[in-house]
């Protein structure tokens, strides 16, 4: 069972870190990412991590901004979010993958957490 949180609300500039436990370690062997859905969109991809943490990749839109890492000892995967943007307002959800690398298809990821809700003030 994953578990997101770390959301809330921030100025623009801010910064925050997501986490993503996982109690049943149903990712410890696979590949993780972050997703975000904000109101009237569809849901995209923001970042997303190998099993290991030796491959990452980001969406065009937050590179240089989100760092995503992991902590195997721990089950968790983090999400730091720095210089937040208003158009980084939107719920976000974590998800494991089926497999050991990393994804940017949402359809690659069986597992989901419930979201945590990030606002960014202007």
């Known amino acids: ?15 925050l870190r997501l986490s993503c436990a996982d109690s049943r370690r149903t990712f410890s062997n696979n590949g993780v990412g972050w997703f975000r859905q904000a109101p009237g969109k569809e849901r995209e991809i923001v970042a997303a991590i190998s099993w290991n943490g030796g491959s990452t990749t980001y969406s065009d839109s937050v590179k240089g901004r989100f760092t995503i890492s992991r902590d195997r000892s721990k089950n968790t995967v983090y999400l730091q979010m720095d210089n937040l943007k208003p158009e980084d307002t939107a719920v976000y959800y ?6 050991s ?3 940017t298809r949402a359809s690659s990821y069986p597992y989901w957490g419930q979201g945590t809700l990030v606002t960014v003030s202007s």
Request: charged share 5%; hydrophobic share 35%.
């Open 94 to 99: 974590c998800a494991a993958g089926r497999g």
């Open 1 to 15: 069972q994953l578990q997101a949180s770390g959301g809330g609300l921030v100025q623009a500039g801010g910064s």
């Open 101 to 103: 690398a990393t994804s």
